[in-house]
């Protein structure tokens, strides 16, 4: 007999804190204190596929796609592939009514092998490849957007009927100040700038070449972004630059595409982008901008990918072991790290953790999680509180790591990449096995 089973009402006390902001919508704690996703016991996955492994809540992932789909009615909202794309979650796009962007041969296959309508994927990337074209070209792609003046000349060499584009302008907005990453400035490797005449430029060589169709602008003004305002500048200063099109060559843009960037909580606190507040600027601003210079309403594109993929993600890990640095820190070791989730080491990214396999009674100790490479920076959560007695064999659950986890993983230390598991209404599907060391050695022909 335990202490919870004579007290029951501690298991009320001792469940984690599961901030429903930063945890898959499905997120559980059980009788035994086990993290439950999708209605499945974190557990019982890692002992099923083992450590490290990526879960992916599908309701949470479809739920976020269709809140776009609702906030912004009117919008077209295409999910940025390169957050989390598998063939399982194209088919989820597809199904949701959702395009899908892609910047890269592998994304265009997989989009297509998941069932989406190659009118419905709009091609990006800064440095396409004459490949990269042609393979859009050849399928049908309902968009490529330009990105420089190489692309211009490539494409229309490729095309051999008329293809729609849009041009890529950076409108000058800079969000750092915003806490977030920006890639709307000038001095970046982006688009065409609208400050030097830039995107007047392309936007004029683009129309003087019969086989590209010139849709509309396109911008992106950075990552992590929360202020809904933000994008409304971008709205006023890309219908400006569509009034001036209009104006020098007498032809009609008729679609705006913002992109995404929208901000989403990893750790408690932590801010995100509020749809209503987006689909209300995006109106206001669209009508004001738009009468200002007397321009017909384009159709508006959004282009979200972490607001739709990061939360309904989690990472699994077990604990190699525990050490206490005399005084230093105490390191929790676990079997995964930079390889399954560079993001930390790139951007000093934050997450949040939790113990995912028990009930954990009595105090907590400051420590910080590391991963198992060979670098002193492989480290997966600094300075975080867990219980006292963690030791090897717990298992750990990090929150918020459906986008660019999967598809940004390594295999650094010639370790294999993670299997990706879906979790939906208590049944588990694997979509992405685990990479082998057969698998490495494969592509090793030397």
């Not at 987006?278 to 009508?287: C, F, K, M, Q, R």
Request: proline share 4%; charged share 20%; glycine share 10%.
């Amino acid at each position: 007999m335990t202490l919870l089973d004579i007290l029951p009402s501690l298991r009320y006390a001792a469940t984690p804190r599961l901030d429903p902001a930063i945890w898959p919508l499905t997120t559980g704690v059980d009788a035994q204190g086990r993290i439950t996703v999708g209605r499945v016991a974190l557990t019982d996955i890692a002992d099923e596929f083992h450590t490290p492994a990526y879960v992916l809540d599908e309701t949470d992932f479809r739920t976020r796609a269709q809140r776009y789909r609702e906030a912004l009615r009117g919008t077209e909202v295409v999910y940025a592939g390169k957050s989390l794309l598998t063939t399982a979650v194209a088919r989820w796009v597809a199904e949701e009514g959702l395009g899908l962007d892609v910047c890269s041969a592998g994304e265009l296959a997989t989009a297509l092998a998941g069932g989406v309508a190659p009118e419905r994927i709009v091609l990006h990337g800064n440095a396409k490849a004459c490949d990269d074209l042609r393979n859009a070209v050849d399928v049908g792609v309902g968009r490529i957007v330009l990105d420089s003046s190489m692309e211009i000349a490539y494409l229309a060499g490729l095309a051999r009927k008329r293809q729609r584009v849009l041009i890529r302008v950076t409108p000058g907005i800079d969000v750092a100040g915003h806490r977030a990453v920006a890639t709307g400035v000038c001095d970046q490797k982006f688009g065409f700038t609208l400050a030097d005449r830039q995107a007047a430029q392309a936007a004029a060589r683009v129309l003087a070449t019969p086989q590209l169709d010139l849709v509309g602008l396109h911008c992106h003004i950075g990552s992590q972004v929360t202020d809904p305002l933000l994008y409304g500048e971008a709205i006023r200063r890309l219908i400006t630059a569509m009034a001036d099109i209009r104006h020098a060559h007498g032809v009609v843009l008729t679609e705006l595409n913002i992109g995404g960037g929208h901000g989403v909580p990893y750790v408690g606190g932590d801010d995100a982008l509020d749809l209503g507040a987006l689909a209300g600027v995006i109106d206001e601003t669209l009508d004001s901008a738009c009468a200002a210079e007397r321009f017909p309403r384009p159709r508006l594109v959004v282009e979200p990918g972490r607001a739709i993929s990061a939360r309904a993600g989690v990472t699994l890990y077990r604990v190699c072991a525990v050490k206490a640095q005399p005084g230093g820190r105490t390191f929790v070791a676990v079997d995964g790290g930079m390889s399954d989730n560079p993001r930390v080491g790139l951007y000093g990214a934050k997450y949040t953790v939790a113990l995912a396999n028990r009930h954990a009674l009595g105090p907590t100790m400051r420590v910080t999680v590391a991963g198992r490479h060979c670098e002193a920076g492989d480290e997966i959560v600094r300075d975080v509180d867990l219980p006292a007695d963690i030791h090897p064999g717990d298992l750990l659950a990090v929150a918020g790591t459906g986008a660019y986890h999967h598809s940004m993983a390594s295999t650094y230390n010639m370790v294999g990449r993670p299997p990706v598991v879906a979790v939906r209404d208590g049944a588990t599907r694997l979509l992405v096995r685990r990479e082998t060391t057969a698998d490495l050695l494969a592509r090793d022909v030397g």
